[in-house]
């Protein structure tokens, strides 16, 4: 309809417009050449001046993260729904390997990924958090729910979980082929993706004849976070913290709540 301004209607419109054909040209760009893709390529490719790219987002840094916050967000809310189905055990692995799967073929996914916890900050209650800490918190509760089934080793910390993962994607991408972007990293004998993440979840099975893992020293006073393995703060009073905030909390309640008996 138009109206009055509708010269200022038409400009929002087309701001809108090129900021939408920023982000689809950055998802393409970063899914296959991670946060490496030059600024100037982005533009190029949405069509429109590095200037406009500028006025969307203040950063590179800035539109990769709202161009992989999409797919960030579906990990995330996939991993919460799964905290409380049956068989805990065989969902984390099934889980775990269908982030590899995902994840493998899209650079700037797998590097998200890797950055996801990486600042070692925990934010308060109540602060809001991105989809990256949101996933980690739930595979917190995932990895814990398949230790309390006894299908996971009791050894392995989230930490642990988050580093085999990232080390899986590079390794995927080195040696599957599918998808142009990872058949660019795949190297001489390239095998379907599936066949890293298979050794990797092995590795991570409750079993007796697993070698036991070299533990570091603990450090005086310090505890850590039953779900997602971060650092609290020592209390001077009063009862230790078992949790790092309430997101971890509730999602540990709503673990206890759905196991066995004999392991709550």
């Known amino acids: 309809m138009w109206r009055a301004d509708g010269q200022v209607v038409a400009a929002r419109a087309d701001a809108r417009r090129n900021r939408a054909l920023v982000l689809q040209a ?35 840094e800035a539109l990769f993260r709202e161009a992989v916050r999409e797919r960030l967000r579906l990990l995330a809310d996939t991993a919460g729904d799964l ?7 065989g969902v984390f692995f099934r889980f775990l390997a269908s982030v590899v799967r995902l994840a493998a073929p899209n650079r700037g996914l797998c590097e998200a990924l890797e950055a996801a916890g990486e600042s070692g900050r925990t934010p308060a209650d109540g602060e809001p958090v991105g989809p990256d800490l949101e996933f980690l918190v739930a595979l917190g509760v995932l990895l814990a729910r398949a230790q309390q089934a006894g299908a996971v080793r009791e ?28 058949a660019a990293d795949a190297g001489p004998g390239a095998v379907p993706v599936g066949r890293m993440s298979t050794l990797m979840l092995d590795g991570l099975r409750a ?33 230790p913290a078992r949790y790092c905030g309430g997101a971890c909390r509730q999602k540990a309640h709503r673990a206890g709540r759905t196991a066995p008996p004999d392991r709550r």
Do not use: Q, W
Request: net charge positive; with cysteine.
């Open 155 to 182: 050894d392995v910390d989230l930490d642990d979980v988050r580093t085999l993962l990232t080390g899986c994607l590079v390794m995927e991408r080195r040696r599957s082929v599918g998808r142009v972007a990872a």
């Open 83 to 89: 905290v409380e189905a049956d068989d805990p055990g």
């Open 207 to 239: 079993d007796r004849a697993v070698t036991k893992l070299p533990v570091e020293a603990p450090v005086r006073n310090e505890t850590r976070c039953r779900v997602c393995g971060a650092a609290l703060a020592a209390a001077r009073t009063g009862r």
């Open 26 to 60: 950055a998802r393409s760009a970063f899914e296959e050449r991670g946060l490496g893709v030059p600024l100037d390529e982005i533009a190029r490719r949405a069509g429109v001046g590095a200037g406009t790219v500028y006025r969307h987002f203040p950063s590179k």
